[in-house]
């Protein structure tokens, strides 16, 4: 799957290419449009303020730790509880996409389901 995302602050376009199970594979071209695009693709209508405290805690643990974080340690940093989490974008598998961040391999996504 190949979604052509251009930056509009650089007046760059990117092919963007994800996996069959719809991770991004290259996070080094993630930006705030493209996860905007990829909730969308998730169902998750629109981004606001809490979503992205969710998504900018994930993206540090994960690049402080170079691996998945807990849930539970993301919602605790983050002050946004799991109940809140889900609410706003369904699966935590959700969350892992829209941040951008590669394919935690199939036990993982058995457990994000």
């Excluded at 691996?67 to 809140?84: A, L």
Aim: charged share 20%; with cysteine.
């Amino acid at each position: 799957m190949t979604y052509t995302n251009t930056n509009t602050a650089y007046g760059q376009t990117l092919q963007v290419s994800f996996d069959k199970f719809g991770f991004l594979i290259n996070e080094q071209v993630w930006t705030s449009e493209l996860a905007n695009q990829i909730a969308l693709r998730e169902g998750v209508e629109t981004l606001g303020d809490r979503h992205w405290l969710v998504i900018n805690h994930l993206r540090d643990k994960y690049q402080s730790f170079g691996g998945m974080p807990g849930i539970r340690s993301v919602c605790r940093s983050s002050g946004v509880p799991k109940h809140e989490v889900q609410q706003l974008f369904g699966t935590c598998m959700n969350v892992w996409k829209i941040a951008g961040l590669a394919d935690p391999g199939p036990e993982v996504r058995n457990y994000m389901a």
